[in-house]
């Protein structure tokens, strides 16, 4: 199981530096040889060695060096690529959950069972290509973190290998952020992808990573699975890592600074110019709400009169979990419930009614001049999941506002705790509306 989606044996993001030392040697048939000649041979196997370790660090130490001048270009005398080694001495593990094998005739690292993301050594990324080789062994997760920070910031890549044979699963790709410690998997319905991933068999992956942008194929060279037009993390260089549920990993070739013409700069947001979304808000400071409390028209004038503005990111999102998320101990899937009011004021021409499409996560209560007019939960732990799937979506309720004469305010209470907190908010039309931008 992917290390933080909800379920019974999910848990936070914990790397361990706990390298572990692990050989394996193939046995080979030769013929006898002199003692001499034996001492020659074992000679030479210590120089290759020495030779092979000391030119992934010499690599290594080159692309730092590159990323660190600012200079994306390759020069003569470096390599175009850096060959990762599929040897314990080269990664972070824990020994009793991964293996470094041959498989299929190949160098592989063999994960076992669920584990802490494995970290490469020595190496920092900030942009080009990676790719490498996974076989799944059974219907789980398996993920690649790259722009490693720490283990509380990093970006994400994960397969869902129960989508396998399914032609019609919308989420068998997923791409998330990792952010004080909770990963937003749960916010970006639409960095989601189908794709043709097999079990016990290999599956080729690329990702290609620029800026702000990324694009992911699996299986296919020829087109992208999944396009993410805005890497949503607050990191922008850091390390590898790797994790699975009984997969192989193999093939692992990271080109710095190889971003085949893709642009560093966010791409298209095809909710930018759409005037029916109510981006900017005043938002409150967040309050404790007990398990089994519910908000009321009763508890209004006992809001938090503290409001700061807050405003919408791409395709509507207000993302509390940007704005309030603060590093816990606890699991993203049973934080403090906490709840947070967001105001809005708008101008009616007339006494109109609209239909408004909200998208929430996790839980809601909408005030229309202090009268309640909805109320909904999108838990996804309890099985009360709104389409698509508990994700927050434009998709997950719509109702009509009662809109009086003149000036209205628009009160909407959203309590939280799991994963990512947000709602976005979508007017059916705007005419005869205006919202009150001070």
């Avoid at 993920?143 to 919308?170: M, P, Q, W």
């Avoid at 503290?306 to 940007?322: F, K």
């Amino acid at each position: 199981m992917n290390a933080f989606e909800p379920c019974d044996s999910v848990r936070l993001l914990h790397i361990r530096h706990e390298p572990d030392k692990y050989s394996q040697m193939r046995s080979i048939t030769y013929k006898p040889i002199s003692s001499t000649m034996k001492k020659s041979a074992l000679y030479l196997v210590v120089c290759l060695a020495f030779l092979s370790a000391n030119g992934f660090s010499q690599t290594v130490k080159k692309q730092k060096v590159r990323q660190a001048s600012g200079n994306g270009t390759t020069g003569p005398n470096e390599p175009a690529e850096i060959r990762v080694p599929m040897t314990a001495d080269h990664w972070i593990f824990p020994s009793d959950k991964v293996s470094f094998v041959e498989y299929k005739g190949v160098p592989a690292m063999k994960i076992s069972d669920n584990t802490d993301p494995i970290v490469l050594k020595d190496l920092d990324f900030t942009d080009g290509t990676i790719e490498y080789d996974v076989e799944p062994k059974k219907p789980s997760f398996t993920s690649v973190y790259f722009r490693v920070k720490d283990i509380n910031e990093s970006e994400c890549f994960y397969l869902r290998v129960h989508a396998t044979g399914n032609s019609l699963a919308f989420d068998a790709l997923q791409y998330a952020p990792i952010v004080r410690g909770i990963i937003w998997w749960d916010l970006y319905p639409y960095y989601q992808g189908g794709a043709d991933v097999k079990l016990n068999e290999w599956n080729h992956i690329k990702l290609v990573i620029s800026g702000k942008q990324m694009l992911v194929y699996v299986n296919d060279r020829s087109r992208a699975a999944l396009e993410v037009p805005r890497l949503e993390g607050e990191t922008t260089t850091g390390k590898l890592a790797v994790d699975g549920d009984s997969v192989y990993i193999a093939n692992l070739v990271v080109k710095p600074n190889a971003v085949e013409d893709l642009s560093p700069r966010e791409g298209f947001d095809p909710e930018q110019a759409d005037p029916r979304y109510l981006r900017t808000w005043e938002v409150n400071t967040p309050a404790p709400l007990p398990a089994g409390q519910e908000l009321y028209t009763g508890g209004i004038s006992k809001i938090d009169s503290n409001w700061q503005s807050i405003t919408a990111e791409r395709r509507g999102l207000i993302n509390l979990s940007r704005r309030f998320s603060v590093l816990s101990d606890r699991k993203p899937w049973d934080l403090e419930r906490q709840v947070v009011w967001l105001r809005l004021k708008l101008h009616s021409e007339t006494a109109q009614k609209k239909l408004l499409r909200l998208g929430f996560a996790h839980e809601v209560w909408v005030f229309i001049n202090r009268r309640m007019v909805f109320v909904d939960k999108n838990l996804y732990a309890q099985n009360m999941r709104k389409t698509p799937d508990g994700r927050i979506s434009i998709e997950n309720s719509a109702f009509e506002l009662p809109f009086r004469e003149g000036d209205n305010e628009l009160l909407v209470g959203v309590a939280n705790n799991f994963y990512g907190w947000g709602i976005i908010a979508r007017l059916e039309d705007m005419e005869g509306i205006r919202v009150d931008s001070r």
